[in-house]
């Protein structure tokens, strides 16, 4: 095998874990395949011989082109319209709940973080990654790591699940929700929805969305029951049933052929939350593997 063979070969095996790194880094599937193309041609430029481990070393490229892109991302987010979702991320059927065990709830906790916290928590909580890795990739003493390390744990604790949802009980609440939302089933949703429960919606200013967070029980059903009356039962079909970002839910094609997702997380049986996404730009990669405007539910 050639030099560039093994090379390619090398970088392939490790591609798709990148890939995660840099999309639960930067939220954004499209810039972390942008970042790992990135990371594909310093690969190619570096002097492998000098590489003990390829794995370490290109998390430390795929980690500091994150951080760079890290600070205009969060600049951008500051005139964002409307609530801020990650780029849904589609779980293969075959492969079940997310492999990283990062859920859509979490990954929103991380953007409570400073840059370096994300990256320390990511890199070796997630991706276990040796500690001095993790400070050869930060630039930071072993010692400053751990302690950004335990200061994201701290953070992201609370938004564990405490009891995480079977995939068979997922599926099932989230094509009932389905069921109950567009046809305005009030009672349907009030035996779904936790009484703290609250949705956010993504609209990134391109198309109808709400704004802010919607909270509580009874705000919820009023509101469902209003779309319902607004537009109808024929406002939204469904697409597939399928996990996003670690949550149950599902694509559906509104009024007018829009597509969106829906994500739901679950406690105790009840829905405690809801994230819906909407922003076109978004939602291309789904957008691309569905079938005609026509499609409804699968049978």
């Given at each position: 095998m050639s030099q560039a063979d093994t090379a390619t070969a090398t970088f392939e095996a490790h591609r798709s874990r990148l890939l995660r790194i840099a999309y639960r880094m930067l939220g954004a599937r499209s810039e972390a395949e942008d970042v790992v193309q990135e990371a594909w041609l310093r690969w190619v430029a570096a002097d492998r011989s000098?590489?003990?481990?390829?794995?370490?070393?290109?998390?430390?490229?795929?980690?500091?082109?994150?951080?760079?892109?890290?600070?205009?991302?969060?600049?951008?987010?500051?005139?964002?319209?409307?609530?801020?979702?990650?780029?849904?991320?589609?779980?293969?059927?075959?492969?079940?709940?997310?492999?990283?065990?990062?859920?859509?709830?979490?990954?929103?906790?991380?953007?409570?973080?400073?840059?370096?916290e994300r990256a320390a928590f990511l890199l070796h909580d997630v991706f276990d990654l040796p500690l001095g890795a993790v400070a050869d990739a930060l630039g930071r003493e072993a010692a400053a790591v751990r302690q950004l390390a335990v200061r994201a744990r701290?953070?992201?604790?609370?938004?564990?699940?405490?009891?995480p949802v079977a995939r068979e009980e997922g599926e099932r609440i989230a094509r009932a929700f389905f069921d109950a939302s567009t046809s305005g089933d009030v009672a349907a949703l009030r035996s779904l929805l936790a009484r703290n429960a609250v949705l956010h919606s993504d609209g990134g200013g391109k198309v109808l969305a709400f704004r802010n967070p919607i909270a509580g029980l009874e705000r919820l059903l009023r509101l469902f029951a209003g779309v319902r009356c607004k537009w109808g039962p024929?406002?939204?079909?469904?697409?597939?049933?399928?996990?996003?970002?670690?949550?149950?839910?599902?694509?559906?094609?509104?009024?007018?052929?829009?597509?969106?997702?829906?994500?739901?997380?679950?406690?105790?049986?009840?829905?405690?939350?809801?994230?819906?996404?909407?922003?076109?730009?978004?939602?291309?990669?789904?957008?691309?593997?569905?079938?005609?405007?026509?499609?409804?539910?699968?049978?």
């Open positions: 000098a590489v003990a481990a390829p794995y370490p070393f290109l998390a430390r490229i795929v980690t500091r082109l994150c951080l760079d892109q890290m600070k205009s991302a969060r600049a951008r987010r500051e005139t964002y319209v409307g609530a801020w979702l990650p780029e849904p991320l589609i779980e293969p059927e075959a492969e079940g709940v997310d492999e990283d065990d990062l859920t859509l709830t979490l990954m929103l906790a991380l953007e409570r973080l400073s840059p370096l701290r953070h992201v604790r609370a938004a564990r699940p405490r009891f024929d406002r939204a079909a469904l697409v597939a049933p399928l996990w996003i970002d670690g949550l149950p839910g599902y694509v559906s094609r509104e009024r007018g052929g829009l597509v969106q997702t829906t994500a739901l997380a679950i406690e105790e049986g009840r829905i405690t939350a809801i994230y819906v996404t909407r922003n076109p730009d978004k939602l291309r990669h789904v957008a691309s593997g569905l079938p005609g405007p026509g499609a409804g539910a699968p049978t």
